[in-house]
């Protein structure tokens, strides 16, 4: 089934309008050129190219699968990385398969792990999938995306299926995943229905006959995994394509809101502007790589210019720009930088929450808690210790403070800002 309809962004990448008119060979090579650019892995790149001439030559397009479960509420800029190279093998003609794991997300995908993750409940999992096409059609072509729930094919195997499916890998094979291996080592426990997963994985391919399978570098085993388990099942192997995994903002962990160094894809411009303006200098050039649209030579273009004496923060406000218009709008885009400008010249933003509060006078730690701007008390003390925190503009330093009533701007680093009444 189609998505609904919804428009796509207009600064978005868009084919080349002479492809049609070049020859085969010559569109090919040309496919695989926007294939390759940013990817870690191409397997196998011939068997590819081999793919893409007969879908030249025939007219039948590709099948491309990229999977996701569910496991959380909303998408960040890390998922947008496999979203952008599936969005550009659409604009190449090709079909593409978002598919939904909502049975997968039962099990919790081990890839990276350290412990047995944390299965959902079938309720967590429908509210998560209720937003996930949604916002990932923020970056896709909604009406020429296939959307499909694994549940389709998993939920009718039954016992005597998964036990048949089961029957295609070995515990030799399985241990043969970094993850695995690492925790079977340190004798951390390994729960059996974690052997499932790829396996589950793998059959999605095989359900859906796909010719291509996009995912990060931590899915290369699962990915692998649909190869062999076609190859079982009488298809031909797909290919595996994989992408780097973006950092979050501290520039080491990979983004993730478990580790709240995420940008989401539908936070509101002025919060997402701010914070890729947060990345480092150096960081900037890896999400210009993974996350723009701009050509290879724009990109080495501005690292001339930085190069030669240019401010890198004038390059990191056009990146910054470009994600907010394609998220939101060219204007919000232009209202974002406005605002960061009025901010870092010690502004306050036009638009901040405003609540009210009782039990003045109220602990500086306690009434931060309660303004939602740290998650507990003790945080919101090592934030004043560290200068972070500023009320009408005054930076607090004495973390045994009692506020007194009255209405104030409370403001947290450099992003966050309530408007108390204190009551």
């Known amino acids: 089934m189609n998505a609904q309809s919804q428009s796509a962004p207009a600064d978005r990448a868009a084919p080349s309008g002479t492809t049609a008119t070049l020859p085969v060979s010559d569109r090919v090579q040309e ?67 978002f598919l939904i794991g909502d049975f997968t997300s039962m099990i919790g995908d081990p890839s990276g792990r350290n412990a047995t993750r944390p299965p959902l409940t079938r309720e967590q999992i429908e509210l998560n999938a209720m937003t996930y ?31 048949e499916l089961a029957s295609h890998s070995t515990v030799a094979r399985m241990m043969e995943r970094d993850d695995f291996n690492k925790r079977f080592k340190a004798n951390t426990p390994i729960s059996v229905h974690e052997f499932l997963y790829p396996l589950m994985q793998g059959y999605d391919s095989v359900a859906l006959k796909s010719d291509l399978e996009l995912g990060g570098t931590d899915q290369r085993f699962n990915l692998l995994m649909g190869r062999e388990l076609q190859k079982d099942y009488g298809q031909e192997p797909q290919c595996i394509l994989t992408m780097p ?28 502007f701010a914070k890729v303006m947060s990345i480092s200098d150096v960081m900037m050039w890896r999400y210009y790589e993974l996350l723009s649209f701009r050509s290879l030579a724009e990109i ?87 200068g972070g925190v500023r009320i009408d503009g005054n930076m607090i330093s004495d973390k045994g403070l009692k506020v007194e009533a009255g209405t104030m701007v409370l403001q947290v680093g450099k992003r966050k800002f309530a408007r108390v009444t204190l009551a």
Not at 61 to 67: A, D, N, S
Not at 143 to 155: G, L, M, Q
């Open 300 to 386: 080495a273009g501005f690292k001339a210019e930085v190069a030669a004496g240019k401010n890198p923060r004038d390059v990191k406000v056009a990146l910054a720009q470009e994600i907010v218009a394609r998220f939101h709008s060219a204007q919000a885009a232009v209202d974002a930088l406005a605002d960061f400008v009025n901010r870092s010249r010690g502004g306050i933003p036009d638009e901040i929450p405003e609540l009210s509060l009782s039990g003045a006078p109220l602990g500086i730690g306690q009434l931060l808690k309660q303004a939602n701007l740290c998650a507990s008390g003790s945080e919101a003390l090592r934030m004043v210790e560290q």
């Open 245 to 272: 995994l973006l950092e979050g903002l501290d520039g080491i962990e990979k983004m993730s809101k478990s580790k709240n160094n995420y940008i989401g894809i539908t936070e509101p411009a002025n919060t997402m």
């Open 133 to 163: 096409f949604k916002q990932a059609s923020l970056v896709l072509d909604a009406e020429k995306t296939e959307i499909r729930y694994n549940s389709e094919w998993c939920d009718p195997l039954g016992a005597r299926g998964l036990i």
């Open 31 to 97: 496919a695989l050129a926007v294939t390759k650019r940013g990817v870690d892995e191409l397997l196998i790149e011939t068997e590819f190219a081999q793919k893409l001439a007969r879908a030249e030559r025939s007219g039948n397009p590709l099948r491309i699968k990229l999977g996701l479960d569910p496991t959380a509420p909303d998408l960040h800029l890390g998922h947008t990385v496999v979203l952008n190279k599936m969005r550009q093998l659409q604009d190449l003609g090709h079909n593409v398969i």
